[in-house]
T-cell receptor, first 112, second 114 residues
Framework: GENVEQHPSTLSVQEGDSAVIKCTYS??????FPWYKQELGKGPQLIID?????GEKKDQRIAVTLNKTAKHFSLHITETQPEDSAVYFC???????????FGAGTTVTVRA | DAGVIQSPRHEVTEMGQEVTLRCKPI?????LFWYRQTMMRGLELLIY????????DSGMPEDRFSAKMPNASFSTLKIQPSEPRDSAVYFCASSFLIGYNEQFFGPGTRLTVL
């Protein structure tokens, strides 16, 4: 099955700085890569996703890049704000099934 | 829309008891997923349904776990008998279509088995 690794496990940034989270996956057939944000006591919520036919996607302060050759993808948050503090999960879905495999999560803390 | 609805939000039970978790997906969504979240194992997919039919239950840890979806607006996850190691947060999620579509998660049920 798919194995997704995520780094770092914790990330502390000054408000206004950028945050980068990196993930690698094992199954070269995977072709859908969503990112979820989970706030305390809530379920994960999709913030951005990318498909394998696209190398980069941006939505306001959030961007995701994908390198299929190297089998890694990254989340970039610019101009971080206190409300960006949360746990972020990357995930990968293969083309043979429709199961999402999640990374272990990154706890992001934005210091005011 | 109210989003995915789960009940109860919290459940505390004793080892050996039967536990039933409930989920109402977003109206019009055709796929439903049950996940379990623990510190040790992270977010794990237990089972998913498409058009009320179980498609893949390979993530269900043991025969003590069972899930049903009798209609498009209701699903249950049952644990019988429950054990302390089943303590976790259980999430239900739904999506409009199976595949590369956003999964909308419910608020979760925090289960504690004493």
């Amino acid at each position: 099955g798919e194995n997704v690794e995520q780094h770092p496990s914790t990330l502390s940034v000054q408000e206004g700085d950028s945050a980068v989270i990196k993930c690698t996956y094992s199954d070269s057939a995977s072709n859908y890569f969503p990112w979820y944000k989970q706030e305390l006591g809530k379920g994960p919520q999709l913030i951005i996703d990318i498909r394998s036919n696209v190398g980069e996607k941006k939505d306001q302060r959030i961007a995701v890049t994908l390198n299929k050759t190297a089998k890694h993808f990254s989340l970039h948050i610019t101009e971080t704000q206190p409300e960006d503090s949360a746990v972020y999960f990357c995930a990968a879905m293969g083309s043979n099934d429709y199961k999402l495999s999640f990374g272990a999560g990154t706890t992001v803390t934005v210091r005011a | 829309d109210a989003g995915v609805i789960q009940s109860p939000r919290h459940e505390v039970t004793e080892m050996g008891q039967e536990v039933t978790l409930r989920c109402k997906p977003i109206s019009g969504h055709n796929s439903l997923f049950w996940y379990r979240q623990t510190m040790m194992r992270g977010l794990e997919l237990l089972i998913y349904f498409n058009n009320n039919v179980p498609i893949d239950d390979s993530g269900m840890p043991e025969d003590r776990f069972s899930a049903k979806m009798p209609n498009a607006s209701f699903s249950t996850l049952k644990i019988q008998p429950s054990e302390p190691r089943d303590s976790a947060v259980y999430f239900c999620a739904s999506s409009f279509l199976i595949g590369y579509n956003e999964q909308f998660f419910g608020p979760g049920t925090r289960l504690t088995v004493l």
